[in-house]
């Protein structure tokens, strides 16, 4: 990777899974992070843990949050193993609604290490430095918090 990106801040809409990985990821690097939440801080299996300092929506809808994150950033990264379904397809849609740029890694077709590579170039071509990381909630797919993990560590470590 030539260029460093200038990742200042990452959010993420809170949520089990992919969004609640780059969270855990931007505290144990000290990378300063939020994002929006639905009212009631609302996700699976519970709320979201009031250690995360995330921004609550006036609304339960989680398709507002979801909005509002892509609002918020300069670019949407997508991690999933596969295609995009639920709320990954919807951030997708409202990404490509505002004309923001929008990433989707699929795990399942590419390495770790070659989409840290394409991720890179992808946020430093389009000076990304508030980066929306989206993607399935751990009941989707209980393997998608330690993949999006895995992934930050060669991409922004």
């Excluded at 990821?25 to 699976?44: D, N, Q």
Aim: negative net charge.
């Amino acid at each position: 990777m030539d260029e460093k990106p200038a990742i200042t801040k990452i959010i993420s809409g809170g949520q089990t899974g992919a969004d609640r990985a780059a969270l855990d990821f931007a505290i144990k690097h000290h990378i300063p992070y939020g994002g929006w939440v639905p009212k009631g801080r609302l996700a699976e299996g519970g709320r979201v843990p009031e250690t995360y300092q995330l921004q609550e929506m006036p609304t339960s809808d989680y398709s507002k949050r979801t909005e509002k994150n892509v609002l918020d950033s300069d670019g949407t990264l997508i991690i999933s193993h596969g295609i995009l379904k639920g709320g990954s397809a919807l951030t997708e849609f409202f990404a490509e609604q505002y004309k923001k740029p929008c990433l989707h890694i699929d795990l399942d077709r590419i390495s770790i290490e070659d989409a840290a590579t394409l991720i890179n170039s992808w946020t430093v071509s389009h000076h990304i430095q508030v980066l929306n990381i989206a993607g399935p909630r751990a009941g989707k797919d209980p393997e998608i918090y330690q993949a999006t993990m895995d992934l930050l560590e060669v991409f922004l470590a």
